[in-house]
Nanobody, 126 residues
Framework: QVQLVESGGGSVQAGGSLRLSCEAS????????MGWLRQAPGKERERVAY????????YYTDSVKGRFTISQDNAKNTLYLEMNSLKPEDTGMYYC???????????????????WGQGTQVTVSS
């Protein structure tokens, strides 16, 4: 049973930083596409950053490139999202997600993941 638990959200002023964490219970014999997605009020959920555990390759949506960094600590079974230079448009509920498929296929299939966390709120004020 895959379980994902996010933490680290909060309120910050524009230009500030936050680090989100996702503690994951995964099958250590499998590889996963691990992702952070977000949903702002009234908007569709969108991809933020993905990490493929098989090779460490990362994928970012254009609006966060150069500001956000996704990483994984295998020893702690934790996925991180380091967010710098935050903007008000980064506000939303951030979800951690996991899927057994490679990230290239997850993206092609419309960012569908089999496993989701409960989400953590990020609010950036101007």
């Amino acid at each position: 049973q895959v379980q994902l638990v996010e933490s680290g959200g909060g309120s910050v002023q524009a230009g500030g930083s936050l680090r989100l964490s996702c503690e994951a219970s995964l099958n250590k014999d499998s590889t996963y596409c691990m992702g952070w997605l977000r949903q702002a009020p009234g908007k569709e959920r969108e991809r933020v950053a993905y990490f493929y555990t098989a090779n460490g390759r990362t994928y970012y949506t254009d609006s966060v490139k150069g500001r956000f960094t996704i990483s994984q600590d295998n020893a702690k079974n934790t996925l991180y999202l380091e967010m710098n230079s935050l903007k008000p448009e980064d506000t939303g509920m951030y979800y951690c997600a996991a899927d057994l498929l490679p990230c290239t296929i997850v993206i092609r299939e419309g960012n569908h993941f089999d496993h989701w966390g409960q989400g953590t709120q990020v609010t950036v004020s101007s």
